[in-house]
């Protein structure tokens, strides 16, 4: 065994010659910057941008508007501080798909994996892409609406763009989050700086209660829950930074200074949405980002083909993981109709965060003495999980097509689970097709299956568990 180590160290320095990685691994290139960029650039480049009509709309005035923001964002601290103890607790990439597996088992993991692959992340993403083309045809249509084939081919070219640099370069990936989540935030601050400017200078009328607080309708439970579900898609992207846990540095240290902090930036940005190219832009890379390492945790779960599971072997990126995003993205450009999916996205999304708080109330009663480096008090997920229940039962009441939609979507689910999860006797020529497509996958795109590090090898072979850690690999 030990020559079979040496071997495999002879082979990792003929890599390092050639500038092939010694290991084909998904890489911790992700520091304390990238991961706050992460969070930020993902949260003020959704749906900020499309959600404040919707929130007005159901509130029925702007001081109740307002006041749905500034709740929204509170309650969506409250969850980011349970996602904290989560992502250190079971520090997997993948998110809430994740931790859902680990606790709940297969079936309800894969539901959440199915609805956020198929609906959620494509139909974000191009709404994103979207508002990008149509602020950047903008000059170039000052009269008009931009046409509907340019803004489908820039919103393309852009989603093509972003896919290769994340396909070429973790780094350059992060780098380009940095740049346009630094550039976004300092126009928000002139904004805001502005606005403070014009508060001080007596030009707050729209804000006195008698006039923020007039309404042109009387506002329902079902509403006010409508518009919560609206405010929380314009908040969606505070807990990306769990989907990517496996490629940051130290999680702990994320974990515990960015998701409560970057969400309380958030709800500033909704206020006064500028620079809406350059959000949107960093947007798409952030969601391209996390989402592909969704498709990727999935695969290596065998929730989805085993290709996704496959990385670059030499960029170690996650490539069929990310073409596979980025075409779904595309389907659903395409197909035109991506506003209108928004309410059952937003539906989703709510129901997935609070399965997935659900598990951790779960896991600590399960295993009361697993070591958890952040462990958030118990009133947290409750008042959280009081909230969701309460506005799911009243969005459902108020707008069960919408809603039910959602449900549908998700529970379609179910029977491909079965039948191809669960199901293990296929025929033959099923599992001939699978391994065929993989194979002709791994010489197209030059992916292999993560391996195992060689130092680490030799470093089990000092160990007394040796035999245990390092008999399947070798």
Same mark, same amino acid.
């Given at each position: 065994?030990?020559?079979?180590?040496?071997?495999?160290?002879?082979?990792?320095?003929?890599?390092?010659?050639?500038?092939?990685?010694?290991? *084909? %691994?998904?890489? /911790?290139?992700? $520091?304390?910057? &990238?991961?706050? #960029?992460? @969070?930020? !650039?993902?949260?003020? =480049?959704?749906?900020?941008?499309?959600?404040?009509?919707?929130?007005?709309?159901?509130?029925?005035?702007?001081?109740?508007?307002?006041?749905?923001?500034?709740?929204?964002?509170?309650?969506?601290?409250?969850?980011?501080?349970?996602?904290?103890?989560?992502? *250190? %607790?079971?520090? /997997?990439?993948? $998110?809430?798909? &994740?931790?859902? #597996?680990? @606790?709940? !088992?297969?079936?309800? =993991?894969?539901?959440?994996?199915?609805?956020?692959?198929?609906?959620?992340?494509?139909?974000?993403?191009?709404?994103?892409?979207?508002?990008?083309?149509?602020?950047?045809?903008?000059?170039?249509?000052?009269?008009?609406?931009?046409?509907?084939?340019?803004?489908?081919?820039?919103?393309?070219?852009?989603?093509?763009?972003?896919?290769?640099?994340?396909?070429?370069?973790?780094?350059?990936?992060?780098?380009?989050?940095?740049?346009?989540?630094?550039?976004?935030?300092?126009?928000?601050?002139?904004?805001?700086?502005?606005?403070?400017?014009?508060?001080?200078?007596?030009?707050?009328?729209?804000?006195?209660?008698?006039?923020?607080?007039?309404?042109?309708?009387?506002?329902?439970?079902?509403?006010?829950?409508?518009?919560?579900?609206?405010?929380?898609?314009?908040?969606?992207?505070?807990?990306?930074?769990?989907?990517?846990?496996?490629?940051?540095?130290?999680?702990?240290?994320?974990?515990?200074?960015?998701?409560?902090?970057?969400?309380?930036?958030?709800?500033?940005?909704?206020?006064?949405?500028?620079?809406?190219?350059?959000?949107?832009?960093?947007?798409?890379?952030?969601?391209?980002?996390?989402?592909?390492?969704?498709?990727?945790?999935?695969?290596?779960?065998?929730?989805?083909?085993?290709?996704?599971?496959?990385?670059?072997?030499?960029?170690?990126?996650?490539?069929?993981?990310?073409?596979?995003?980025?075409?779904?993205?595309?389907?659903?450009?395409?197909?035109?109709?991506?506003?209108?999916?928004?309410?059952?996205?937003?539906?989703?999304?709510?129901?997935?965060?609070?399965?997935?708080?659900?598990?951790?109330?779960?896991?600590?009663?399960?295993?009361?003495?697993?070591?958890?480096?952040?462990?958030?008090?118990?009133?947290?997920?409750?008042?959280?999980?009081?909230?969701?229940?309460?506005?799911?039962?009243?969005?459902?009441?108020?707008?069960?097509?919408?809603?039910?939609?959602?449900?549908?979507?998700?529970?379609?689910?179910?029977?491909?689970?079965?039948?191809?999860?669960?199901?293990?006797?296929?025929?033959?020529?099923?599992?001939?097709?699978?391994?065929?497509?993989?194979?002709?996958?791994?010489?197209?795109?030059?992916?292999?299956?993560?391996?195992?590090?060689?130092?680490?090898?030799?470093?089990?072979?000092?160990?007394?568990?040796?035999?245990?850690?390092?008999?399947?690999?070798?």
């Amino acid at each position: 065994c030990t020559g079979h180590v040496q071997s495999m160290m002879k082979d990792s320095d003929l890599k390092r010659d050639s500038g092939i990685p010694e290991r *084909v %691994t998904l890489k /911790k290139e992700i $520091g304390l910057l &990238s991961a706050c #960029t992460i @969070i930020i !650039g993902n949260i003020i =480049g959704s749906g900020i941008f499309i959600s404040p009509k919707g929130v007005l709309e159901h509130s029925g005035s702007v001081g109740l508007a307002l006041v749905v923001w500034v709740l929204g964002g509170g309650i969506a601290a409250l969850g980011s501080l349970c996602y904290a103890e989560l992502g *250190v %607790t079971i520090p /997997k990439s993948g $998110g809430d798909y &994740s931790y859902v #597996t680990e @606790i709940f !088992g297969g079936l309800m =993991g894969f539901l959440l994996l199915w609805s956020a692959v198929l609906i959620m992340y494509p139909t974000t993403l191009a709404v994103i892409a979207l508002t990008f083309s149509n602020y950047v045809l903008q000059p170039v249509f000052p009269h008009c609406v931009p046409p509907y084939i340019a803004t489908r081919m820039l919103s393309t070219i852009c989603i093509l763009f972003l896919t290769w640099v994340n396909c070429y370069s973790v780094r350059l990936a992060t780098r380009i989050q940095d740049t346009f989540t630094v550039g976004k935030l300092l126009a928000l601050g002139l904004i805001i700086t502005v606005g403070l400017v014009q508060i001080f200078g007596g030009n707050y009328e729209s804000l006195t209660p008698q006039v923020a607080f007039m309404f042109n309708k009387a506002p329902s439970i079902g509403q006010i829950a409508l518009a919560f579900l609206h405010a929380s898609f314009a908040f969606s992207g505070w807990n990306f930074l769990n989907y990517v846990t496996e490629e940051v540095v130290d999680p702990r240290r994320m974990d515990s200074l960015c998701t409560f902090g970057e969400k309380l930036l958030g709800m500033f940005s909704t206020l006064m949405p500028i620079s809406v190219a350059l959000s949107t832009f960093g947007g798409i890379n952030g969601y391209l980002f996390t989402s592909s390492r969704l498709c990727f945790s999935g695969a290596r779960e065998g929730h989805l083909p085993s290709l996704l599971a496959m990385i670059h072997f030499k960029h170690c990126t996650p490539i069929p993981a990310l073409l596979v995003c980025c075409t779904a993205t595309i389907v659903i450009l395409c197909i035109g109709e991506t506003h209108s999916l928004i309410n059952y996205v937003s539906f989703i999304n709510y129901l997935s965060y609070g399965v997935t708080i659900a598990s951790l109330l779960y896991y600590r009663w399960k295993k009361p003495n697993l070591y958890r480096p952040i462990k958030v008090s118990l009133l947290v997920p409750v008042c959280y999980l009081l909230f969701w229940a309460l506005l799911l039962g009243f969005s459902l009441h108020s707008d069960p097509l919408v809603c039910g939609v959602g449900l549908v979507i998700m529970l379609t689910g179910v029977p491909v689970y079965f039948l191809g999860v669960y199901w293990k006797d296929k025929p033959k020529c099923i599992y001939d097709f699978t391994e065929w497509a993989t194979y002709l996958g791994q010489r197209v795109f030059f992916v292999v299956y993560p391996q195992i590090d060689p130092i680490e090898v030799a470093e089990w072979t000092d160990r007394s568990s040796f035999t245990s850690k390092a008999s399947g690999p070798l």
